[in-house]
């Protein structure tokens, strides 16, 4: 059974998609073991705090500076000294420490095609507003191992998803969770938990 730490910062709803194919076994050999959050306010703890998961919130602003809370991430998840971490919406520069410890074992669902509208500075609404700005007609998802850069790590699975001419950031950012990214991060989890073959070397 592969034991899954999950990383949230917001409203969660990849974290939901995560509970919900386990629940419904199309994520198999799998269980959460802990979420965790920056954020307190974090609608994800509740999500998982209401199917009966451990959740803990571990926020900058508890420290007097980033390698304090850098130092309490990683006592966090040394607790729970999980197989898999999930980064699922966590919008927190990783520690390099956690990396190091952890790295082959982490993975990141990031919403758009990458190379396209990632790295530094592109997160949430952000990527969309950016895939509108530049007038793509196919945008998607991707999730991917977390290496040492910036959504630079070996990529596992994308699922493409169409521009619509009316979209807003809101509407794009909608469709992309519902066709790729709530679809191809429990699929993800799923082929690693069932050692099926997922790239780790890169290209
Ligand atoms: C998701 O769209 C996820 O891909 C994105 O944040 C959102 C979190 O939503 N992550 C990134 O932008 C990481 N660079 P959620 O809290 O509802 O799952």
Redesign the pocket.
């Known amino acids: 059974m592969l034991r899954i730490c999950v990383c ?10 995560i509970m919900d194919a386990i629940d419904a076994g199309t994520i198999t050999n799998a269980e959460i073991v802990q979420v965790i959050s920056n954020n307190k306010n ?3 703890l509740e999500r998982a705090r209401n199917k009966g998961i451990a959740a803990k919130a571990v926020s900058p602003k508890d420290f007097e500076n980033r390698e304090l809370f850098n130092e309490a991430f990683l006592a966090c998840l040394d607790a729970v000294n999980p197989d898999l971490i999930v ?5 927190v520069v990783i520690p390099p420490a956690m990396i190091e410890k952890y790295e082959g074992r982490i993975i ?4 758009s095609l990458i190379p396209s509208f ?1 790295g530094k500075g ?3 609404l ?2 969309h507003e950016a895939a509108l700005a530049r007038g793509v007609k196919v945008t998607g ?1 991707t999730v991917h191992f977390v290496d040492a850069g910036t ?1 630079t790590g070996p990529i596992i699975l994308q699922k493409a998803v169409e521009v619509l001419p009316d979209d807003t950031p809101q509407t794009l ?1 909608r469709r ?2 519902e066709q790729a ?1 709530w679809q191809i991060l429990p699929q993800a989890i799923d082929m690693i938990a069932n050692g099926k073959k997922v790239e780790k070397e890169g290209v």
């Open positions: 949230v910062s917001g409203g969660g709803t990849n974290l939901q998609a974090a609608f994800a980064l699922a919406g966590f919008l990141n669902i990031h919403p990632c592109f997160y949430g952000k990527v998802a959504d950012q992309v969770m990214e």
